[in-house]
């Protein structure tokens, strides 16, 4: 049975930075794709960005394109989202999502969840 653990997540100011982790376990095989989705209140799951392990495809939302930046660590099955110049709009839940067979770019390829972890960005 897959896990994502994540950590991460917290309050900043606008324009602060903060970094999630995802360390995926339990996943068959050397592939595997991570990624997160995040979800404000009243609003709808949506993709954020995802990367391969162990291969360099690289995905992120254009609400987050230079802004974001997705990396991992092979060795650790972990992926890390640094989130830069944080909007209050960006306040949300972030779920790590995982899957194995498309780059869960919907929630409809998430294979596997995270439990969450909140995002709060205020002055």
């Known amino acids: 049975q897959v896990q994502l653990v994540e950590s991460g997540g917290g309050s900043v100011q606008p324009g602060g930075s903060l970094r999630l982790s995802c360390e995926a376990s339990?996943?068959?095989?050397?592939?595997?794709?991570i990624g997160w989705f995040r979800q404000a209140p009243g609003k709808e799951r949506e993709a954020v960005s995802c990367?391969?392990?162990?291969?360099?495809?690289?995905w992120y939302a254009d609400s987050v394109k230079g802004r974001f930046t997705i990396s991992k660590d092979d060795n650790k099955n972990t992926a890390y989202l640094q989130m830069s110049t944080l909007k209050p709009d960006d306040t949300a839940v972030y779920y790590c999502a995982g899957a194995v067979a498309t780059m869960p770019t919907a929630a409809r390829w998430v294979e596997d969840w995270g439990e969450g972890t909140l995002v709060t960005v205020s002055s």
């Open positions: 339990g996943f068959r095989g050397d592939f595997y794709y």
């Open positions: 990367i391969g392990l162990n291969e360099g495809i690289i």
